[in-house]
């Protein structure tokens, strides 16, 4: 056996162990392509997350586009271009009641302060229904959503995506097995150059669409942006923080804008842990990720990728040693493909190392499988609440300027 | 596309440009991960892996992109075509290099490519074809872009996607139209802009190393006959449309197309052989209107005046 036959097949065996190991495999996920008919699908709100959703439904097996609805033309014009032969409407309730069991999903992806009123009507429609996280832009609304959805008894997913990224799903069963070890330190940010604002084509539409400006209805980034990263250290530890303190200011799109564009947080754990989290819209250095550290390895999360940073003293595993690395300053971090198994099987683990998708893609996709008859989603009505709570109480900790102590009371639904 | 897109918007409110433009370069990303050859989740890779066995709807503006590359290889006589996949990843334009060029060659081949407006669907009409929508990303891209800043009353702009692919919006102030050299040399050519898009394809532009340590393969590639053109050629295209003016470019570099009806032909357009490392560009008639014209800045080109 030569050098190189020797590496190979000990890259291919060391996969094998790792998947074994540690699970899962993309072409094991419940897949949708095995349906009949396509699930009918109508999409509410054909802004940018909107046509986010749009784009990645276009790739999605056994799903089909019935309908788009937004209250602004020009949005559903553009929305419409993406969904052959989708009806549209301006108001979601004429949808409803136009297309009865025509649909049966309706995605929510209005501002959030309009969630509500489309998720509810949806509910009590029969509809299954998936809804953009934050929920809502208060704990009473988000609390109306989580109980509606319960009531409702059917599919209800909160788009939290780091609960259905196959590369998350991984890492966190690196992280559950006790690769990490005793957890010190939990670190994320969210950083992009982006102004947060949105042009109008009518004068008239402004303020609606800058609705992520306005202090009265805007979650903040904190909401907006938080709450998935928040939700992430809910995912891997089980548990939620129990206080969180936080400060802002304006200091790079000085428009005469209130709502901070960088912020920090300390999100207080029980056992006197913190997750210190950033965001900022003037810079875009390292964007978006999250850290967990431990005495034995940090794992650091980047939405399509992952890495495992193992301490010195780390016991070896054995599989890692032919794993793929990637060094970042002073440090060599072994990166964690999901679906290794498959790819090392066929000499392609390399190619593997990033998600092939949108992070998105697998939270719809993980909706659907549930909406036609799959079980349950990846995160439900009661996971999207805790988090929108935190995500709201961490806006509040900045606007106030006070720390925040976070009851679980909030968290039932009622 | 996997290149560096810039623009450059002329207005009054700064915050309101900057929101403009980001929306205008969210879509330029999201074209990409549509379109986009390299990228295993692409719409375009999707139609890649179905369309071979049935319609494979895609959404509107792919449609059109689909659309005018296919007027375009037409009217070349398959000189541009989008079904050059396989010889691409033949000559290691592609991640996975496969050795077989002849079988490649054989697997080109738009005629198999069908189109249903109707539907919005794509399907091959034989298994081993696949797309590469490269020749004609960046000005799909920048139509798509242009579209944003012009629903948002954006009336002055310029765009480029790699240097190569120029969309201009009106003039900036006091100009009657954006000025673009074709090249880097001082006497360059300049290409006046208004409401119109330019794109240049020369052949040595992007390469890929060559195994047998020849010099490195040019980009352009002949679907014909599955090499990748000569180095030294160029060509230049003005038209109303981003996406036309990128194929025709690249279609121009491998043929001297007839352009016979004024209707249809490119609003300018020019050719170049380089010569000593030097392009010398050559004046083509055309249906230049307006504002939008090719201005030859070396006289020793004036001379070189030919019909088309």
Same mark, same amino acid.
Request: glycine share 10%; hydrophobic share 40%.
């Given at each position: 056996m030569t050098?190189s036959?020797?590496?190979q097949?000990?890259?291919?065996a060391?996969?094998?162990?790792?998947?074994f190991?540690f699970?899962?495999?993309l072409?094991?996920?419940r897949?949708?392509?095995?349906?009949?008919?396509?699930?009918?699908?109508a999409?509410?709100?054909?802004?940018r997350q909107?046509?986010?959703?749009?784009g990645?439904?276009?790739?999605?097996?056994g799903a089909?586009?019935?309908a788009?609805?937004?209250?602004?033309?020009g949005?559903l014009r553009?929305?419409l271009?993406?969904?052959?032969?989708?009806?549209?409407y301006?108001d979601h309730r004429?949808?409803?009641?136009?297309?009865?069991?025509?649909?049966?999903?309706?995605?929510?992806?209005?501002?959030?302060h309009l969630?509500?009123e489309v998720?509810?009507d949806?509910?009590?429609?029969?509809?299954?229904?998936?809804?953009?996280?934050?929920l809502?832009h208060?704990?009473?609304?988000?609390?109306?959503?989580?109980?509606?959805a319960r009531?409702?008894g059917?599919v209800f997913?909160?788009?939290?995506q780091g609960?259905s990224?196959?590369?998350?799903?991984?890492?966190?069963s690196?992280?559950?097995?006790?690769?990490?070890?005793d957890l010190?330190?939990?670190r994320?940010?969210d950083?992009?150059?982006?102004?947060w604002?949105?042009?109008a084509?009518n004068?008239?539409?402004?303020?609606?669409?800058?609705?992520?400006?306005d202090?009265a209805?805007?979650p903040g980034?904190p909401?907006?942006?938080?709450?998935?990263q928040f939700?992430?250290?809910?995912y891997?530890?089980g548990?939620?923080?129990?206080?969180?303190?936080?400060?802002?200011?304006?200091?790079?799109?000085?428009?005469g804008?209130?709502v901070p564009?960088?912020v920090?947080?300390e999100?207080?754990?029980a056992?006197?842990?913190?997750?210190?989290?950033?965001?900022?819209l003037g810079?875009?250095?390292q964007?978006?990720?999250?850290?967990l550290?431990?005495?034995?390895a940090?794992?650091?999360?980047?939405?399509s990728?992952?890495?495992?940073f193992k301490?010195?003293d780390?016991?070896?595993?054995g599989w890692?040693?032919?794993?793929n690395?990637?060094?970042?300053?002073?440090d060599?971090?072994?990166?964690l493909i999901a679906d290794?198994?498959?790819l090392?099987?066929?000499?392609k683990?390399?190619e593997?190392?990033?998600l092939p998708?949108?992070?998105l893609?697998y939270?719809?996709?993980?909706?659907?499988?549930?909406a036609a008859g799959?079980g349950?989603p990846?995160c439900g009505a009661?996971?999207?609440?805790r988090?929108?709570?935190?995500?709201?109480?961490?806006?509040r900790?900045?606007?106030s300027g006070e720390e925040?102590?976070i009851?679980?009371?909030?968290?039932?639904?009622? | 596309?996997?290149t560096?897109?810039?623009?450059v918007?002329?207005?009054?409110?700064?915050g309101?440009?900057?929101?403009?433009?980001?929306?205008?370069?969210?879509?330029?990303?999201?074209c990409?991960?549509?379109i986009?050859?390299f990228?295993?989740?692409s719409?375009?890779?999707?139609?890649?892996?179905?369309?071979?066995?049935?319609?494979?709807?895609?959404d509107?503006d792919?449609?059109?992109?689909?659309e005018t590359?296919?007027?375009v290889?037409?009217e070349?006589l398959?000189?541009? *075509?989008?079904?050059?996949a396989p010889?691409?990843?033949a000559?290691?334009?592609?991640?996975?290099?496969?050795?077989?060029?002849?079988?490649a060659?054989?697997?080109?081949?738009?005629?198999a490519?069908?189109?249903?407006?109707?539907r919005?669907?794509?399907?091959f009409?034989?298994e081993?074809?696949?797309?590469?929508?490269?020749?004609?990303?960046?000005?799909?891209a920048?139509?798509?872009?242009r579209?944003?800043?012009?629903?948002?009353?954006?009336?002055r702009?310029l765009?480029?996607?790699g240097t190569?692919?120029?969309?201009?919006l009106g003039?900036?102030?006091?100009?009657e139209?954006?000025?673009v050299?074709?090249g880097?040399?001082p006497?360059?050519?300049?290409?006046?802009?208004?409401d119109?898009?330019?794109s240049?394809s020369?052949?040595?532009?992007?390469?890929?190393?060559?195994t *047998?340590?020849?010099?490195g393969?040019g980009?352009?590639?002949?679907?014909h006959?599955?090499?990748?053109?000569?180095?030294?050629?160029a060509?230049a295209?003005?038209?109303?449309?981003?996406?036309?003016a990128?194929?025709?470019s690249t279609?121009?570099?491998?043929?001297?197309?007839?352009f016979?009806d004024?209707?249809?032909?490119p609003?300018?357009?020019?050719?170049?052989?380089?010569?000593?490392g030097?392009p010398?560009?050559?004046?083509?008639?055309?249906a230049?209107r307006?504002p939008n014209r090719?201005?030859?800045r070396?006289?020793?080109?004036?001379?070189?005046?030919q019909t088309?």
């Amino acid at each position: 056996m030569t050098d190189s036959d020797r590496r190979q097949f000990l890259s291919q065996a060391g996969g094998t162990l790792a998947a074994f190991a540690f699970q899962p495999d993309l072409a094991a996920r419940r897949g949708l392509a095995g349906r009949d008919e396509p699930l009918p699908v109508a999409l509410v709100g054909a802004g940018r997350q909107g046509r986010a959703i749009l784009g990645e439904l276009q790739k999605l097996e056994g799903a089909r586009v019935v309908a788009v609805c937004d209250v602004l033309a020009g949005r559903l014009r553009s929305g419409l271009r993406r969904a052959q032969g989708a009806r549209g409407y301006e108001d979601h309730r004429k949808l409803l009641e136009e297309l009865g069991d025509a649909v049966d999903s309706v995605i929510v992806a209005t501002p959030t302060h309009l969630h509500r009123e489309v998720v509810i009507d949806a509910l009590e429609a029969g509809k299954n229904v998936y809804c953009e996280a934050p929920l809502a832009h208060t704990t009473e609304d988000a609390r109306a959503i989580a109980a509606a959805a319960r009531a409702a008894g059917g599919v209800f997913a909160t788009g939290l995506q780091g609960r259905s990224n196959p590369v998350y799903q991984l890492a966190r069963s690196f992280y559950r097995s006790g690769c990490v070890r005793d957890l010190a330190s939990m670190r994320a940010q969210d950083f992009k150059k982006q102004s947060w604002r949105t042009p109008a084509s009518n004068p008239a539409d402004e303020a609606a669409l800058n609705w992520r400006l306005d202090p009265a209805i805007s979650p903040g980034l904190p909401g907006e942006l938080g709450t998935q990263q928040f939700d992430v250290f809910h995912y891997y530890r089980g548990e939620y923080p129990v206080s969180v303190r936080g400060r802002g200011g304006v200091f790079v799109h000085r428009d005469g804008r209130e709502v901070p564009d960088t912020v920090t947080c300390e999100l207080g754990f029980a056992d006197g842990t913190s997750l210190f989290w950033e965001a900022c819209l003037g810079n875009s250095y390292q964007g978006r990720y999250e850290l967990l550290s431990g005495s034995m390895a940090a794992i650091k999360l980047a939405w399509s990728h992952a890495w495992m940073f193992k301490e010195a003293d780390a016991p070896t595993q054995g599989w890692e040693v032919y794993a793929n690395r990637q060094t970042f300053h002073n440090d060599e971090g072994i990166t964690l493909i999901a679906d290794a198994t498959q790819l090392a099987s066929q000499g392609k683990l390399k190619e593997g190392v990033g998600l092939p998708h949108a992070p998105l893609h697998y939270a719809l996709e993980d909706y659907l499988v549930a909406a036609a008859g799959g079980g349950e989603p990846a995160c439900g009505a009661a996971e999207g609440l805790r988090a929108t709570v935190v995500g709201l109480l961490a806006q509040r900790a900045v606007t106030s300027g006070e720390e925040q102590a976070i009851d679980p009371a909030l968290f039932e639904i009622g | 596309m996997a290149t560096r897109f810039e623009l450059v918007l002329d207005g009054e409110d700064e915050g309101r440009l900057r929101a403009v433009g980001e929306l205008a370069l969210e879509t330029i990303a999201e074209c990409e991960r549509t379109i986009s050859p390299f990228l295993s989740a692409s719409l375009i890779a999707r139609v890649n892996a179905r369309a071979g066995k049935g319609w494979v709807e895609v959404d509107a503006d792919t449609f059109t992109l689909l659309e005018t590359a296919q007027a375009v290889r037409r009217e070349s006589l398959g000189a541009f *075509d989008v079904t050059v996949a396989p010889v691409m990843e033949a000559l290691g334009f592609r991640e996975r290099a496969t050795a077989d060029l002849a079988a490649a060659r054989g697997a080109v081949g738009g005629d198999a490519l069908l189109l249903d407006r109707e539907r919005s669907a794509v399907r091959f009409a034989r298994e081993d074809l696949s797309l590469d929508v490269g020749g004609v990303g960046k000005g799909h891209a920048l139509e798509l872009a242009r579209e944003v800043l012009c629903e948002h009353g954006i009336e002055r702009a310029l765009l480029h996607g790699g240097t190569s692919t120029v969309v201009a919006l009106g003039a900036p102030p006091a100009a009657e139209a954006w000025s673009v050299a074709l090249g880097p040399e001082p006497d360059a050519p300049l290409a006046h802009l208004r409401d119109a898009a330019l794109s240049v394809s020369a052949s040595h532009g992007r390469t890929v190393p060559a195994t *047998d340590g020849t010099a490195g393969r040019g980009h352009i590639v002949d679907p014909h006959t599955g090499r990748p053109l000569a180095g030294g050629i160029a060509a230049a295209v003005i038209d109303t449309d981003a996406r036309r003016a990128d194929a025709r470019s690249t279609a121009l570099c491998l043929a001297r197309l007839p352009f016979c009806d004024p209707d249809r032909a490119p609003l300018a357009w020019a050719r170049a052989v380089r010569v000593g490392g030097v392009p010398r560009w050559e004046r083509a008639a055309t249906a230049e209107r307006g504002p939008n014209r090719i201005e030859h800045r070396d006289p020793r080109h004036q001379h070189r005046a030919q019909t088309a």
